[in-house]
C-alpha cells in the first residue's frame, strides 16, 4: 500500500510521504477505504453528510458527527469526544461513504447520541497526543513486568493512550478468565493515569499489530479482511493439502484465513468426481482410491494388497465402472482402462549464452598460457631487432 504522496524518488528509491502514520491521504493506512466520490460535487440542494470516519492507532475506527459543520477533509487531525475527556484522531473518510461504511458495520447513522467532533486539533493537543504515543512502548514492557510478577496466564499485546493521555486502554489475549483486579491497582499506581483492560482474540491482535505473512505479504486481516470467518481443517482436506499444523497455521497460531478463498471453486470442482470411498470392483479384486488430482480430472487406484502399482483413470472412466458394479457387472482389470501417463521431456529453458554456469566469467587456463606465451615471443622478437 502507498499514498500518491508516497510515489518513488531518484533512482527508482521509494520516496516516502514521512508524515509517520498521519499520511495526507490516508493511503498507507490498514483498512483503508478508497474515496471514489471525492472528486464529484453534490447536486444542487443535497447537504452533505454529517458523520465522518476517524481513525485512531492500528486500524481502530469510529464514527462522530460533525455538529459544528467544520470544514473537514481526509488527513485532518481532529479532537473527538470521548469518556472522560477527549480524543486526538485522523479523519479517514468524509461525504457518502461514511454513510455506506456505517451500513455495513450496522451503525445507525440517524442515532442522535453518537459522539460528536469537538475541533480540529490545536498545536496543543498534538503535542500532547504525541507525548502520549510515546510512552506507549516503555508502559507496554512495564505492564508486562507486572502482569508476570502476578503470574497471570495472559499476555499484553498492545497499549493505545487517549489523546489527551488521561487513559489507557491495554489489550490482551488469554485462553482463560484472568482475575486482573490487583494488575489494575499496581499499573494505575505506576502510570498514573486511568486504566481500561479489553481482551482480544488472537486473529484481533494479529490485525492490530500487523505482519508479513508466509506468502510475503502484510497479513491480510491487518490490510483489507475485516470479517472473520470460520476455518477448519475441512477446508484443507478438499484442497488436498497437508495437515501440517506449522504450515496451515497463521501468525495467530489459527488456521490461515486464506483457506478459505478457493474453497468454493474446489467444491465446485469435486462435484464431478464419483465418491472415493467407493471401491472398484474387478476380476483381479477390489481397487481403492489413492489420491486423486483436482485440476486434470485424474484419480489413482490400487489393487486392495497391491499397493505399490497404481492405476491412473479419469473421472469419467471410474464412473463407468461403478455403473458397471451398481449393475452387477464386474470388469476384467483396470488395466484395460489405466491410462499411459507419458513424461513430457521438452525443455521448457534452453541455456543460450551460459547464464546457468558459475564459472562463465572464468577464463579458461588454455587462453591464459595462450596470452603468456603470446607475450614471451613478441618480447624475444624486440630483443633479437635491438641486437641487430
Not at 518513488?8 to 514521512?18: L, N
Not at 489413482?300 to 479419469?314: D, M, R
Request: glycine share 8%.
Amino acid at each position: 500500500m502507498g499514498c500518491s504522496s508516497c510515489s518513488t524518488g531518484k533512482g527508482g528509491q521509494p520516496r516516502g510521504c514521512k508524515n509517520n502514520g498521519t499520511c495526507g491521504t490516508d493511503g498507507c493506512n490498514k483498512l483503508t477505504v478508497f474515496d471514489w466520490l471525492s472528486n464529484m460535487s453534490l447536486p444542487n440542494g443535497h447537504e452533505p453528510f454529517d458523520c465522518v470516519e476517524v481513525r485512531f492507532k492500528n486500524s481502530r475506527k469510529e464514527f462522530f458527527r460533525n455538529k459544528e459543520n467544520l470544514t473537514l477533509s481526509i488527513g485532518d487531525i481532529v479532537a473527538t469526544e470521548s469518556s472522560p475527556g477527549h480524543d486526538v484522531g485522523v479523519v479517514t473518510l468524509v461525504g457518502e461513504l461514511v454513510k455506506v461504511q456505517m451500513k455495513k458495520k450496522k451503525v445507525d447513522y440517524t442515532d442522535e447520541n453518537l459522539p460528536k467532533i469537538y475541533r480540529k486539533a490545536s498545536q496543543k493537543d498534538i503535542d500532547i497526543w504525541q507525548t502520549a504515543r510515546g510512552r506507549e512502548p516503555e508502559v507496554q514492557k512495564r505492564s508486562r513486568e507486572l502482569a508476570i510478577q502476578l503470574q497471570l496466564q495472559m499476555k499484553i499485546s498492545d497499549v493505545e493512550f487517549q489523546g489527551d493521555g488521561s487513559k489507557a486502554t491495554f489489550y490482551y489475549t488469554a485462553e482463560e478468565r484472568v482475575d486482573f483486579r490487583q494488575l489494575i491497582k499496581d499499573m494505575a499506581r505506576a502510570f498514573s493515569t486511568r486504566i481500561e483492560m479489553r481482551q482480544i482474540g488472537y486473529r484481533q491482535e494479529a490485525a492490530r499489530l500487523g505482519g508479513i505473512g508466509s506468502c510475503g505479504r502484510e497479513l491480510c486481516c491487518s490490510t483489507w479482511l475485516t470479517d472473520f470467518r470460520s476455518v477448519n481443517t475441512a477446508s484443507a482436506r478438499y484442497q488436498q493439502l497437508s495437515l501440517n499444523p506449522q504450515k496451515l497455521a497463521g501468525q495467530c497460531g489459527k488456521l490461515k484465513c486464506c483457506l478459505n478463498y478457493e474453497l468454493d471453486a474446489y467444491l465446485d470442482a469435486l462435484k464431478d468426481f464419483p465418491n472415493q470411498e467407493e471401491r472398484l470392483k474387478t476380476k483381479k479384486g477390489e481397487a481403492i482410491c489413492q489420491k486423486i488430482d483436482i485440476f486434470k480430472g485424474l484419480l489413482w487406484y490400487a489393487y486392495e494388497g497391491e499397493w505399490a502399482n497404481w492405476f491412473v483413470l479419469t473421472t469419467g472412466q471410474v464412473k463407468e465402472i461403478i455403473a458397471k458394479n451398481k449393475k452387477k457387472e464386474t470388469v476384467t482389470s483396470l488395466e484395460e482402462y489405466a491410462l499411459d501417463l507419458s513424461v513430457d521431456t521438452k525443455t521448457e529453458f534452453e541455456n543460450v549464452v551460459g547464464q546457468d554456469s558459475l564459472t562463465r566469467f572464468d577464463r579458461p587456463k588454455g587462453q591464459r598460457r595462450q596470452k603468456k606465451n603470446k607475450k614471451k615471443r613478441n618480447n624475444n622478437k624486440r630483443k633479437r631487432s635491438r641486437n641487430v
